[in-house]
């Protein structure tokens, strides 16, 4: 009777959470979120279906990520290089925000989610920023984790826009200081968010496609073969599970 209670005891456990979580939770993880095309292509689908498979996914994980005490979930939704698409699918992209937001966002504040977003926001179509800048507004008051979109955005031209910025604030006299690393990172559009702890990419894919490349300089990665819109929260632990053995040393010993 004991042994029978024990192993549904662990198969309940194993079948709720995946692997056990012992260690420190992340605090950012940041999230490249790839393979949506290929997952559709692989059942004969529009690259549309595999992009509206992955904005569910987005909320599954965004609600675990929470419960289980993350700080922040950063996830690559769009990059400064996604426009050389063909435009049908550029276009459905950009529809994606407001669809997702439409449903999610009474969830998200309920769940005392704090929503942000990182990019460059002159670019984007109108019905796209309003539904951002709305889920924006709407969860400003929030405390919880911060759900921060990174939606056109590309870590080169966030360092170049920095550095424009920064000599223009010498010139008209707004910075007088020497430039430290602080500084320099509060020019960047992540600009008060913690660097990210563990970077998740999808879909087998080892680059980071111009994510973050300031901010990633000592984050440990984690890669998988899984295609984003296949990613569930068992992959999630697995990711987190493999951060906690990790020696993070930061150059010291
Ligand atoms: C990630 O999936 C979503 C975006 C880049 C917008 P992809 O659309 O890149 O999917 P693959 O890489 O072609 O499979
Ligand atoms: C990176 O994925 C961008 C996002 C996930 C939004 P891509 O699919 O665009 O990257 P590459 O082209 O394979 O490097
Ligand atoms: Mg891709």
Redesign the pocket.
Known sequence: MLRILKRWLAGSRTKTSGELLEGPIPFHIAIIM?????WAKKRALPRSAGHHEGMKVVRRVTKHANSLGVGILTVYAFSTENWKRPKDEVSYLMKLPAEFLNTFLPELIEENVQVRIMGDKSMLPKHTLDAVERAVNDTSQNSGMILNFALNYGSRSEILGAVQRIVDDYKNEHLQKDITEEIFADYLMSNKLKDPDLLIRT?G?MRL?NFMLWQLAYTEFWFTDVLWPDFNEKHLHEAISAYQKRGRRFGGI
Do not use: I, K, L, Y
């Open positions: 790839d393979g949506n095309g290929r879909s894919e496609s």
